[in-house]
T-cell receptor, first 112, second 116 residues
Framework: AQTVTQSQPEMSVQEAETVTLSCTYD???????LFWYKQPPSRQMILVIR??????QNATENRFSVNFQKAAKSFSLKISDSQLGDAAMYFC?????????FGTGTRLQVTL | KAGVTQTPRYLIKTRGQQVTLSCSPI?????VSWYQQTPGQGLQFLFE???????NKGNFPGRFSGRQFSNSRSEMNVSTLELGDSALYLC???????????????FGSGTQLSVL
């Protein structure tokens, strides 16, 4: 079985501050990818960041970076210099050749 | 380039009816996948189509079916609607279709289906 767990239903961060969203996963596959997707109120899911499991180096996209701990099966997302536009639902996802499993999501609020 | 387009945006149906949802992927994208999103169950994978063939299938009853046309456009059909089918249905496309969970997915804005 393939599972993804996001233990934080809601998080809040002040504008310009840094926030970390947690994600743990479980899979018996050796070849897999991990993703963070953002879903704003417009409902359209947008890819934030993607990590290949075979790469030890943590992926980075501008203000977004991950902390990938393969042995611990942990894949957290760090958002630096938070902006009002970062407010959204964030979904962690685990992908293999034939499966894509999403976590239950973390709602991020950004306050002034 | 136009994004993934899903029609209609909203739909209201009654129990027992059937419904067809449409998805036009980004031009050149070969894989189309469908997802059901509900507050209780979250995001669940329905099925994936690649070159007009269903390549992967999630854990949904046979009432849920789909197809893909030669231009990569896809339709999803739900027959004998139940109240529990009320959900946001999302469609996504990917460029090369190397594997369902390998590539970046481009999502549409979804079809919100309400079953009364």
């Amino acid at each position: 079985a393939q599972t993804v767990t996001q233990s934080q239903p809601e998080m809040s961060v002040q504008e310009a501050e840094t926030v970390t969203l947690s994600c743990t996963y479980d899979t018996s596959e050796s070849d897999y990818y991990l993703f963070w997707y953002k879903q704003p109120p417009s409902r359209q899911m947008i890819l934030v960041i993607r990590q290949e499991a075979y790469k030890q180096q943590n992926a980075t996209e501008n203000r977004f970076s991950v902390n990938f701990q393969k042995a611990a099966k942990s894949f957290s997302l760090k958002i630096s210099d938070s902006q009002l536009g970062d407010a959204a639902m964030y979904f962690c996802a685990l992908g293999t050749a034939s499966k894509l499993t999403f976590g239950t999501g973390t709602r991020l609020q950004v306050t002034l | 380039k136009a994004g993934v387009t899903q029609t209609p945006r909203y739909l209201i149906k009654t129990r027992g009816q059937q419904v067809t949802l449409s998805c036009s992927p980004i031009s050149g994208h070969r894989s189309v996948s469908w997802y059901q999103q509900t507050p209780g169950q979250g995001l669940q994978f329905l099925f994936e189509y690649f070159s007009e063939t269903q390549r992967n299938k999630g854990n949904f009853p046979g009432r849920f079916s789909g197809r893909q046309f030669s231009n990569s456009r896809s339709e999803m059909n739900v027959s004998t609607l139940e109240l529990g089918d009320s959900a946001l249905y999302l469609c996504a496309s990917s460029l090369r279709g190397l594997g369902l969970g390998y590539e970046k997915l481009f999502f549409g804005s979804g079809t919100q289906l309400s079953v009364l």
